[in-house]
């Protein structure tokens, strides 16, 4: 935690309520918040998807009112003038900003050249461009990818040089929003010190997250909100002595890494399985996947993990049917090459803003369903608690929210094999607990799902069979179950790292 915290005030919210909604008097993500935050102070705020965690971070960068469209009531000052005195450019220059989706942030194509966007961009000399940058990259040791191109990086890489980026200007204030999404352990761990980094340089950093273990011992303030108001406020210290029984009767996830434990779902009455022929992928002599056949149970959830870069998406998109002439998957009955496997699957990526393309969440599941029906979707919607949002638009709903209805269409999709790519990122524990049911669900009625994960606690809520990849290989495949759990226990230890310092 941050032991240079000031009583100056950088961040002063009286009686403030947002709504992008005009009119709507029943759509007010934020209502009556009061809230102050000291220069220098780490704040935490949690809550479930779509209480408003977004909307507040962005009244902190200025996105609100300057790029989102909303009605805002109430004082909001930084650093003692009112909110409207600032323009987005002048924002720039005092907040860094890191979103959920580092991607939808870059401007350039290359590492350097996106460092030195921000600079240039405020008209700065070419020296203190070259030195901000030589500065930047030795701190988050990126000298290696500074000519890369920024599409070739893994989720991990691209966060942190998102974090890079945003450090170019020096801000006083870190923006962070669900800054751990689809990193592997050794990202947390960066992404960690990172913020510690920031924090003994006595910035304020201000994080809106659902994964909790890596940030014990960081942040000063914990702000919980619920429904846009904020339900309760307590120090770090406090906050991280709560028992993981205690928070997730609140809503939100394990505070401790410790606590993890696996109760693997029973296997399924289905004996088949799919069978995958062996893959090769590579490009100019240098092979990034390299996979033997590999066989999946039919009726059960297969989870591979293993670290950002390991081959587990490229992998994914050749079950998809996205590589021409590349792998074969067959059964006893029946054989499916990539056009035959577009037809049986449906793949969910882990940027589900880009495959939401309805005008509204009642029309987004109708467009999968095999016979569209609007009685039908809104049965759907009601299972996880989206049937009020039946009218929204999808892009205007939370990240979360956009997950589990990205899962909804797949699942209305009624097609055998479901391949989800990070599908828990941005959901809060009863989220990602009533999203794991759906899954399950799906897996008894001999759907087959393969599923991408970073997250511990839904990897050992819904694994079945495990695929741990390495550098384009597989290191290991095994069943998970009663007596084999530690097994998959002993896979996720890379974390261990983390929470040790927790401990």
């Not at 070259?130 to 893994?154: C, M, V």
């Not at 510690?196 to 919980?224: C, F, M, P």
């Not at 289905?270 to 009726?299: E, H, T, V």
């Not at 179950?481 to 230890?493: I, M, P």
């Amino acid at each position: 935690m941050n032991s240079v915290t000031s009583n100056t005030e950088l961040l002063n919210l009286r009686n403030v309520s947002v709504r992008y909604e005009h009119h709507d008097t029943s759509s007010w993500s934020l209502k009556n918040i009061d809230l102050q935050v000291a220069k220098g102070e780490v704040v935490l705020f949690c809550g479930a998807s779509g209480c408003g965690k977004s909307t507040l971070l962005r009244l902190a960068n200025g996105l609100i009112p300057h790029y989102f469209d909303a009605d805002v009531e109430g004082s909001i000052q930084v650093q003692g003038k009112d909110l409207e005195h600032f323009n987005l450019a002048l924002m720039a220059r005092q907040v860094g900003s890191v979103f959920q989706n580092p991607s939808s942030q870059f401007f350039a194509t290359t590492v350097e050249d996106e460092l030195a966007f921000s600079l240039e961009n405020q008209g700065y000399p070419v020296a203190s461009i070259n030195q901000r940058i030589a500065d930047i990259t030795e701190q988050f040791s990126l000298q290696d990818q500074l000519p890369q191109s920024i599409f070739e990086l893994s989720s991990g890489q691209q966060q942190k040089l998102a974090c890079a980026s945003a450090s170019m200007l020096n801000p006083d204030v870190y923006v962070l929003d669900e800054p751990s999404a689809n990193l592997d352990a050794e990202g947390i761990a960066m992404l960690r010190a990172t913020i510690k980094r920031w924090s003994t340089q006595g910035k304020t950093v201000l994080i809106a997250e659902h994964r909790l273990y890596y940030l014990n011992g960081l942040v000063d303030r914990v702000v919980h909100i619920a429904d846009g108001q904020i339900r309760d406020t307590m120090t770090g210290e406090q906050f991280f002595s709560c028992s993981s029984h205690t928070l997730k009767q609140q809503g939100l996830r394990s505070a401790h890494f410790t606590d993890l434990c696996c109760s693997p779902p029973p296997t399924s009455e289905f004996a088949d399985s799919y069978q995958l022929s062996p893959i090769q992928l590579g490009r100019n002599g240098q092979m990034w996947l390299d996979m033997p056949s590999i066989s999946f149970p039919k009726g059960q959830v297969t989870t591979i993990i293993g670290a950002n870069g390991a081959g587990k998406s490229s992998l994914m998109k050749v079950l998809a049917g996205q590589y021409r002439d590349k792998g074969v998957l067959n059964d006893n009955q029946t054989q499916w090459r990539w056009r035959a496997l577009q037809r049986h699957s449906f793949f969910v990526s882990q940027h589900v803003h880009q495959q939401l393309i309805a005008d509204s969440v009642l029309e987004e599941i109708q467009l999968s369903m095999p016979e569209p029906s609007e009685q039908g979707a809104r049965e759907w919607l009601h299972q996880v608690g989206l049937e009020a949002l039946a009218d929204k638009h999808p892009l205007a709903m939370s990240r979360g929210q956009q997950q589990r209805l990205a899962l909804l269409t797949a699942l209305a999709s009624e097609r055998e094999l479901l391949l989800l790519d990070e599908p828990t990122s941005g959901l809060d524990w009863r989220n990602m607990t009533a999203l794991s049911e759906l899954i399950l669900t799906a897996c008894r009625s001999n759907r087959t799902v393969i599923v991408i994960s970073h997250d511990p606690e839904f990897i050992t809520k819904v694994s079945q069979q495990v695929l741990v990849l390495e550098s384009g290989y597989l290191k290991s495949q095994f069943d998970v179950s009663a007596d084999q759990g530690q097994q998959l226990l002993a896979e996720l230890r890379s974390f261990k790292k983390i929470s040790a310092l927790n401990t």
